[in-house]
């Protein structure tokens, strides 16, 4: 399945769900879409043609992209949009990536159909760090809506309000035995007893977190956004939008027959409506003809808002070592606070509170996309696409977590502003969720890097002794860490790969919201530490 080079069409295809039919947009007519196969260490190249009717760029979820930001994707951040005709060549260069990780769209909404896993293997001659697996499997977790998705957004925007609810969770583009229409095409993984499967799983759903288990069998973890953990066995695990595990699963139930694997949303957030269904897929043992068909057994998941449960999981993941960089100190500390805000709205015809819009900020910034990329308005110095002052000087502080906030906090300012970090520099950031609209759980993804996640913790972030419980000795190091509701966490990295890199919420409600900024990291000294010259043909805007 290997090759250097692949082509996407961006094209619209034909797909029933729900007893519905509709045109969504998808690569190669595929949903969920090709997996891309990497050794560790390659480049590899994916011409992406668009042939639909929407501008579009692809985001390569978790590969770093040393010194490459031009090919890295988000919209306005990297480059413009790939519009309706025209053509762009990413060149997806891998370092230390190793394990699952994917691809989406990313432009607007259009990543709900339009993503897929992206499975990076050990270089040639080189193994696991566990027994092989006798087969390999892609797991992607999705949302489905009746309606065109570029409707649903375009109705999400004007109204003001928050957006309306996918109508199914799917597994590999399927909502399960659960939904309407669904169970003939209810997604089927065959097994024999006594081998073990490596489950690739990838949360490519727009704005839900998930709780995943499968009936009798526990998964053990090995991988998380594309590093390896040390294993770890569980009865279920959480998965947010944006973050991908790798799991073994041993077949290894005497009785065989079929087992569901079900997928929940995980939600704290109150008052807001979400989709409380399950979507299944079955384990389905081979050689089990003799035995009459009986149903599936479900597994029992964590209730949707076990937040005890949710982080149990996540606090439980680490890594195997060794460091890639040293945890005892770092340079600069960047705290920002992550919020859902309220913006007045012209025509106070909003859905919003008292006739304001919803919103979402970054350290009371809402993120505005200037018109041009800030790649290019950074690469070559053109002047007034973006300001400097993330977060503002002195950070904004209050009682992020107290109940009847001041509604003067509420309002966040609207601005196009990035945090310009230092060459090599230990960064430390420390996302401080808020309890200003409707305090909820956060997964926050920084581009161009993986970072350890040091700790994390409800309420407000204290200074002097939350950092005195950090993990400093193998915490994990991910690509999207989880912010708990009313809470905070802490990571680090390193930023020794120059360029202009995305941050923000993996939710995409808040992402539209502007629940986002930039950090360029600087060019270093030498040569093979700047940027790279861009590519000759980059889209115009
Ligand atoms: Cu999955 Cu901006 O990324
Ligand atoms: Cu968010």
Redesign the pocket.
């Known amino acids: 399945a290997w090759r250097r080079h692949h082509e996407f069409f961006v094209k619209e295809a034909t797909y029933t769900r729900l007893c519905a039919t509709k045109n969504i947009l998808t690569i190669n007519e595929q949903f969920p879409g090709p997996t891309l196969y990497a050794h560790e260490g390659d480049t590899i190249y994916v011409k992406v043609h668009n042939n639909g009717r929407y501008n579009i760029t692809v ?1 390569w ?1 978790g590969v770093n992209q040393p010194r490459n930001p031009w090919s890295d994707g ?1 919209e306005y951040i990297t480059q413009c949009p790939i519009q309706p005709g025209d053509t762009f060549n990413y060149k997806i260069i891998f370092s230390t990536e190793i394990g699952t990780l994917w691809w ?1 769209a ?1 432009s607007d909404w259009t990543r709900a159909t339009v993503h897929g896993a992206i499975v990076v293997l050990p270089k040639h001659g080189a193994s696991y760090p566990f027994p092989k697996p006798h087969e390999e499997v892609p797991i992607i977790f999705g949302e489905w809506w009746k309606e065109d998705v570029m409707e649903v957004l375009q109705e999400f925007v004007a109204s003001g309000g928050g957006p309306r609810d996918s109508d199914a969770y799917t597994i590999n583009g399927q909502p399960g035995d659960f939904y309407p229409c669904s169970s003939q095409d209810t997604f089927k993984l065959n097994v024999e007893y006594g081998k073990t499967y490596l489950l690739r799983m990838v949360n490519a759903a727009m704005n839900e977190i998930l709780f995943f288990a499968i009936a009798n069998h526990s998964l053990t973890v090995v991988g998380a956004d594309g590093s390896y953990t040390k294993p770890l066995t569980k009865e279920y695990v959480v998965i947010a939008p ?1 973050q991908t595990l790798d799991c073994l699963l041993e077949a290894n139930q005497r009785e065989m027959g079929s087992y569901y694997m079900a997928a929940r949303a995980y939600s704290t957030a109150v008052g807001i409506p979400f989709d409380n269904s399950t979507t299944t897929a079955v384990l389905q043992y081979d050689g089990d003809s003799l035995s009459p068909p009986t149903s599936p057994l479900l597994p029992s998941l964590p209730f949707y808002n076990d937040t005890t449960a949710a982080f149990e999981f996540i606090g439980s993941l680490k890594s195997p070592g060794p460091l890639l960089f040293p945890l005892n100190k770092y340079d600069t500390q960047i705290i920002s606070t992550v919020s859902v805000n309220t913006l007045p709205c012209p025509n106070n015809s909003s859905a919003g509170p008292n006739g304001t819009r919803l919103a979402a900020s970054m350290n009371n910034i809402s993120f505005v996309f200037p018109f041009i990329d800030i790649l290019e308005a950074y690469y070559y110095q053109i002047n007034g696409v973006f300001g400097t002052l993330f977060p503002r000087v002195p950070p904004f502080y209050f009682n992020f977590t107290g109940t009847d906030l001041p509604s003067i906090l509420l309002t966040p300012e609207r601005a196009t502003e990035v945090r310009v970090i230092q060459y090599d520099s230990i960064i430390e950031v420390v996302f401080q969720g808020t309890n200003l609209v409707a305090g909820l759980d956060h997964p926050m ?1 920084l ?1 161009g890097y993986s970072f350890y996640v040091l700790g994390w913790g409800f309420g407000n972030f204290d200074k002097k002794k939350d950092p005195l419980n950090y993990n400093l000795v193998d915490p994990p190091f991910r690509n999207t860490v989880i912010v708990p509701i009313n809470g905070w966490a802490a990571i680090r990295f390193k930023a020794n790969n120059p360029g202009v890199w ?1 941050l ?1 919420c ?1 939710l995409e409600r808040h992402l539209t919201w502007g629940m986002e900024t930039v950090f360029i990291v600087k060019d270093g000294k030498e040569v093979q530490e700047r940027i790279l010259p861009p590519p000759r043909h980059m889209p115009r805007c």
């Open positions: 985001h979820h988000p989406h990313h944006g993804h581009h995305f923000h993996h």
